[in-house]
Structures are given as C-alpha cells and as structure tokens.
C-alpha cells in the first residue's frame, strides 16, 4: 500500500514514540498501533490477529524486567516502514545484568497508519543464546568452527 510521504512520516513518528513508551498498560490499547488482522513474525512467533500479538507484548512483561526499545533509526518509504532498535531488558528469573538484542523490523501500514505487517529481524543465537551459560559455549564453539 502506498501513502504520501508525509502522511507515512508521521505514521512512522507515532509508532516509534510508541514503540519507545511501550508499558503494560498501553497493551489494552495495541488496537491503535494495529489492526484487527494484522500479522506478527519474529524468531519465535508468527501469529496473526491483534489478541496475539497483544499476548505476545504480555508475555514480554511478564518474563522480562525492564523492557524498552530504543529506536535507533526510522526510514519510511510509501507504506512500508523500517526500524532499527535495540532492545533492553533483564532477565526476570536468575538475576542476570542488562541485556540488548539488536534487530531490525519492517513494518507494512494499512491506509489509516497503524501497522498491518510486523517483521523482526534478529539474530537469536548470536543475540540470546550466546548469553546464556550452558548453551553460550556451544553456540560460540560452533561459530568459530563454522568461520572461514
């Protein structure tokens, strides 16, 4: 779908600031960033449907202690939007220090600004399991195997 520049410009804004402010309680209120059918895929999840995506941003409350994205670029190009971010969090169980997962998300509008496609690009090995205690060595020791 294709909107005038300034109108995709300021769709963008608004989902960024957003996306930046996210809390649990704006979760009762996902229907003004998507619509009804929108669809989500992530390394985790591909679900469709605003009641999933919704339990999708519960989960991460409830799993993660301080939760927060940091858009650190915003390109929006017709309806199709890119973001890059990091994301910033503590694990809630085992007391680990601040963590970030760096990724990318593309972003497809509907007519009126909110989202109807969400894509997130991340890489989950080099960005969560090479974190953690056990499975962190074996994913390091493949990587420097799999190297040229």
Request: net charge positive; proline share 3%; aromatic share 10%.
């Amino acid at each position: 779908m294709s909107m005038d520049p300034a109108q995709a410009d300021a769709a963008l804004a608004r989902i960024v600031a957003r996306f930046e402010a996210l809390a649990p309680a704006d979760l009762d209120r996902l229907h003004e960033l998507y619509t009804e059918d929108a669809a989500f895929k992530d390394p985790f999840n591909e679900v469709q449907g605003l009641a999933a995506i919704r339990r999708i941003f519960g989960h991460m409350f409830d799993t993660l202690d301080g939760p927060r994205f940091v858009v650190t670029e915003a390109v929006a190009r017709g309806g199709a939007c890119w973001l890059a971010w990091d994301f910033h969090y503590r694990m809630r169980r085992g007391g680990r220090s601040a963590q970030t997962i760096r990724g990318a998300s593309r972003l497809a509008l509907a007519a009126d600004g909110r989202i109807a496609v969400h894509r997130d690009y991340w890489d989950a090995a080099e960005e969560l399991y090479e974190k953690l205690p056990l499975v962190g060595g074996l994913m390091r020791w493949l990587k420097r195997r799999a190297r040229a």
